[in-house]
């Protein structure tokens, strides 16, 4: 071996020693379709932070995501990093083995995340968190406000003052609610979104303490009521009414108001730049009830416990769980981030977090999608019967307790 081969190989070595570590290609699954443009920005931050890791963001259809992503970890294809659903969609792909267990020691930031937030991220049986949690989502009216100003109308402080200012927009030719019931689970938000306060947290807290059923008068009363205001003041052939037709009703100014979640905020004002909405609990039956909204944390971030790159998605995930992220996805996204200490500087934005305040879970999402029958798949079926005529709010709840004892133990006695 020469001397200048000998230079040579020494040089290879040390230029192989000295070369960066390759960089980690990432995939991040979401069903967040509408969200990708600023999921991209995002990214782009992180990457320019961390040069080592690149994050490949990847959306599919809402509807079928659960299925997709389920099949894929089955198959060994997953993604390294994936939004999850909340509480019992959560529970399906964790206890499966599927991802990877998060604590204070991997992901530091989770100590200060609120205890609900960390819950619905969680599995029951042992407490273990699988996902950082993204957003919280609040069920309550959106209203629009230029309608409601030329009217003379005020935000409702009572159940009759609710049905008082429908009827006004009624009598000025106005649709007063934008909602149609055609799409299975907007019969469950607008159940939730109105009646909330009827139900009462005293009810909501017999249930959770075992003494009391869905065949409560509480529960069935606000049923009742709901329906009543539907029949009267929804629009026409309401039950036909299809969610994105009814999107286009409110969006339009032909309806006043809309039953929905936070998250048609951004959605509406994507549809129509110039409309100004406020927010509202729906009432209780007088002014000293409590006026409550339905909560809920739609989903995480979780880590595929199979990930070749696992070191490099926990970096990612730690990210996503940092107040700089929480900060951007609030602004951009205009929702409630889950991240603590997060400002929101759109007013219409920090009224609904101010809403949050008082509340309930949104029910049968929080606690009720655990076991076959689902909570929401009864309640919506249920109620689409009850818009139609074709059974009572006394009916449903039965229907509920007994569907719900198949697999709900406190049911069962």
Do not use: C
């Not at 607008?190 to 009810?203: E, H, K, P």
């Amino acid at each position: 071996m020469t001397t200048n081969t000998i230079r040579i190989g020494a040089a290879l070595a040390a230029m192989v020693t000295a070369a960066p570590a390759l960089a980690q290609d990432l995939t991040f699954w979401s069903w967040r379709q509408e969200d990708r443009a600023a999921y991209e920005q995002f990214i782009e931050a992180f990457e320019a932070a961390n040069p080592d890791i690149s994050v490949t963001f990847e959306t599919f259809e809402a509807t079928n995501y659960n299925t997709i992503l389920s099949t894929a970890l089955a198959g060994g294809t997953g993604p390294d990093v994936m939004m999850v659903r909340a509480y019992g969609g959560l529970e399906n792909v964790a206890t499966a083995g599927y991802l990877e267990p998060l604590s204070e020691e991997n992901v530091p930031a989770l100590a200060d995340f609120a205890e609900p937030a960390l819950a619905a991220e969680s599995v029951r049986e042992d407490g273990q968190i699988y996902a950082v949690p993204f957003a919280s989502q609040t069920q309550l009216v959106i209203y629009n406000k230029a309608i409601f100003d030329a009217n003379g109308l005020e935000e409702p402080q009572t159940w009759e003052e609710l049905v008082a200012l429908s009827q006004s927009l009624k009598d000025a030719g106005i649709i007063p609610f934008a909602n149609g019931t055609a799409t299975a689970w907007q019969n469950e938000t607008v159940t939730f979104g109105l009646g909330s306060s009827l139900m009462g947290s005293d009810f909501y807290d017999d249930l959770m303490a075992g003494e009391a059923d869905f065949t409560d008068e509480r529960f069935t009363s606000a049923l009742a009521a709901v329906n009543d205001l539907a029949q009267e003041y929804f629009p026409d052939g309401f039950i036909g009414l299809d969610y994105p037709s009814a999107q286009q009703l409110f969006a339009s100014g032909m309806a006043g108001m809309f039953i929905g979640g936070s998250y048609e905020l951004a959605t509406f004002e994507g549809l129509n730049s110039e409309i100004e909405m406020g927010v509202f609990a729906a009432p209780g039956e007088t002014a000293e009830d409590e006026k409550l909204v339905g909560l809920y944390f739609d989903g995480g971030y979780a880590v595929n416990a199979a990930s070749p790159n696992k070191e490099a998605a926990i970096t990612f995930v730690n990210y996503l769980a940092s107040q700089e992220f929480g900060q951007a996805f609030a602004n951009t996204l205009n929702n409630i981030s889950a991240v603590p200490g997060v400002s929101f500087d759109d007013p219409l934005l920090a009224e609904v977090n101010e809403l949050n305040q008082s509340s309930i879970p949104y029910l049968m999402l929080v606690h009720f999608r655990y076991g076959e029958p689902s909570g929401s798949v009864l309640i919506q079926s249920e109620m689409q019967k009850l818009f139609a005529g074709e059974t009572t709010p006394e009916a449903i709840g039965e229907a509920l307790t007994t569907g719900l004892a198949a697999w709900y133990e406190p049911f069962q006695d």
